[in-house]
């Protein structure tokens, strides 16, 4: 669902979706730079483990 907000200039506001989509399309993104060698393992463990916390 998502919410929208009426402004005081009487136009209306929406928050923008995320721009990477959905957690497990993040998840495979992440692992893609894991496995291209852009990340470490300790960076992808740490941010494996914050996307997770989020679902």
């Keep these: ?3 929208s907000v009426i402004r005081a200039s009487g136009r209306r506001w ?3 979706r995320s721009r990477s989509g959905c957690p ?3 998840l495979a993104k992440l ?3 894991h496995s291209a060698g ?3 393992d300790t960076e992808f463990t740490a941010k494996k ?3 997770l ?3």
């Design 38 to 40: 852009v990340l470490t």
């Design 49 to 51: 483990a914050e996307l």
């Design 31 to 33: 692992g893609e730079l």
């Design 53 to 55: 916390g989020r679902i």
């Design 24 to 26: 497990s399309r993040r």
């Design 14 to 16: 929406r928050p923008r």
């Design 1 to 3: 669902m998502r919410r």
